[in-house]
């Protein structure tokens, strides 16, 4: 079976063509991302209206790129959520156009967990059950993944309780004048910091909360010590009258960081990364599971990669991360759910609507 999936939950639209459950033969991103630098954050309107110019163009080149036409389809999915309404609402409306004009049937899917599924199209089935962390802009959970297709296959271990960890570096970034979306900036500072030279506090961590939150996390407690020590830093005599003492934090993108951004972002990094292995570690002696996948635009994150590597490895587990081009969003994510869940579950109702803060356990709506 050939499989279609749409993407436009944020600033990507995408389209993608599966066969069967795992192999991908086309997959077509464009992403208004470029747009939002200037304004530091996306603006919905903007991404909406960049989704409807690129609705078309962007479905036609992937059934291109696959050589089919859209006759050759035999189910479409597209994201019904989570995102933003406006986002949602485009790719829904033409994923309904499309499905009325073949008479194919349409399945409304979950973004999120296609964040998983989509490991599958580039490194084969995953074996289950499965701890699923999901690391993205918006979302930052600990699942366990019994069956991603049939009803009840994803429960939820536990979530962040406020900031999602791509949010949190979002805003440490913004604290030291990066560019935006600063996570891959921090993520590339902490590089050259050095380990301890600033250790920031992890949230919800140690005995008090193993028992009342062992699955959550809790980030915005971090992002305010940081902004707390980058204020406290600009007080500083000694730290003033250094003569490569600079405010604007932006002047390490020249090149050479003044080592203290480096050493902040070593130190956040670290935190954040901490808490996200300690508990995914935990989830997966305490479920049993030998599999852990990851998910979502976070996990291009250079040391939570390495360091689950590490643990994986010595705690017998297989680890599966999608590369780096299939973990920000796109429509091979969604074309991966829908071909698992088509097999156990019928079509969407014709009337269904976007959702704009679906929860995981929601996979088709
Ligand atoms: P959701 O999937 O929850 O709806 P989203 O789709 O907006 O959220 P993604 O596109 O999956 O989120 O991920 C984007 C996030 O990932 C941004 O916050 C971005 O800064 C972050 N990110 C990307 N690369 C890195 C990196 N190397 N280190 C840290 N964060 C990163
Ligand atoms: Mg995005
Ligand atoms: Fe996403």
Redesign the pocket.
């Given at each position: 079976k050939l499989t279609l999936g749409i993407e436009s939950?944020?600033d990507e639209t995408g389209a993608a063509l599966v066969a069967g459950k795992t192999r991908l033969i086309a997959n077509v991103v464009a992403t208004s991302m470029d747009e939002y630098a200037r304004y530091g954050g996306i603006i919905p309107e903007i991404a909406s209206r960049a989704h409807l110019e690129s609705f078309l163009p962007v479905v036609t080149s992937a059934l291109d790129q696959a050589g089919a036409k859209l006759e050759d389809v035999d189910q479409i999915g597209v994201a019904a959520g989570?995102?933003l309404i406006g986002s949602l609402a485009v790719g829904i409306a033409g994923a309904k156009a499309l499905a009325t004009a073949t008479g194919k049937p349409l399945y409304g899917v979950n973004?999120?967990i296609g964040?998983l599924a989509v490991d599958q199209l580039v490194n084969g089935t995953i074996e289950l059950p499965a701890v699923g962390l999901v690391v993205?802009?918006?979302?930052t959970n600990l699942l366990l993944i019994t069956d991603f297709g049939a009803p009840g296959g994803i429960r939820e271990l536990g979530g962040t309780l406020d900031d999602?960890s791509?949010?949190a570096?979002?805003k440490v970034g913004r604290v030291l004048g990066l560019p935006y979306?600063?996570?891959?900036h921090?993520?590339r500072l902490s590089r050259e910091g050095t380990l301890h030279a600033i250790d920031f506090p992890r949230g919800l961590a140690g005995a008090k909360y193993a028992k009342t939150h062992p699955y959550d996390f809790s980030f915005s407690g971090l992002k305010t010590a940081v902004a707390r020590w980058v204020d406290g830093l600009e007080r500083t005599p000694e730290v003033r009258n250094r003569p490569d003492f600079t405010k604007d934090f932006s002047a390490t993108k020249e090149g050479k960081p003044w080592l203290p951004v480096a050493e902040i972002c070593k130190g956040f990094s670290e935190s954040v990364n901490d808490s996200l292995v300690t508990k995914t570690m935990q989830a997966l002696a305490d479920t049993g599971a030998k599999t852990l996948v990851v998910g979502?635009?976070?996990s291009?994150?250079?040391r939570l990669r390495e360091w689950l590597g590490k643990e994986c490895e010595a705690n017998g587990v297989t680890l599966r991360i999608p590369p780096l081009k299939f973990c920000?969003?796109n429509g091979a994510q969604i074309a991966a759910i829908t071909a698992a869940v088509a097999e156990a579950r019928e079509p969407s109702a014709p009337d269904f609507s976007p959702v704009s803060a679906l929860d995981l356990m929601t996979v088709t709506v």
């Open positions: 939950t944020c989570p995102g973004h999120v964040h993205s802009g918006g979302h999602a791509g949010e570096f979002d979306p600063g996570g891959p921090v993520d979502g635009g976070y291009a994150n250079s920000t969003d």
